[in-house]
């Protein structure tokens, strides 16, 4: 089994940095894209970043310029640094990573996500 731990969210005001990052363990074969999401009361899950294995970025609109997204192949790790933080960036973030791994009977392609990490922008 995979799994997905997140840290790094938090309450900041508006202006502030946050690094979120996400690290899978498990036994894995490989992971291909990773990605965050992010979902805010009354809202649909939005992408907010992806990541490809060979490095390929893209960032939704309202977030190019202020959000880089990176990752560590070797220690199975995503990073979101979040710059310039607006309240309109509040909301729960999710990791997403798409890979190959053992599931105890078989290796298996599928998306697993994080558990969730709260960030909070105060006005």
């Known amino acids: 089994q995979v799994q997905l731990v997140e840290s790094g969210g938090g309450l900041v005001q508006t202006g502030g940095s946050l690094r979120l990052s996400c690290a899978a363990s498990?036994?894995?074969?490989?992971?291909?894209?990773m990605g965050w999401y992010r979902q805010s009361p009354g809202k649909q899950r939005e992408l907010v970043a992806n990541i490809t294995r060979g490095g390929s970025t893209m960032y939704v609109d309202s977030v190019k310029g202020r959000f880089t997204i990176s990752r560590d192949n070797a220690k199975n790790t995503v990073y979101l640094q979040m710059n310039s933080l607006e309240p309109e960036d509040t909301a729960v973030y999710y990791c997403?990573?798409?890979?190959?791994?053992?599931?105890?009977?078989?290796?298996?392609?599928?998306?697993?996500w994080g558990q969730g990490t709260q960030v909070t922008v105060s006005s």
């Open positions: 997403k990573f798409t890979g190959v791994a053992f599931t105890g009977i078989t290796w298996k392609t599928d998306d697993y």
């Open positions: 498990g036994t894995i074969l490989s992971l291909n894209a």
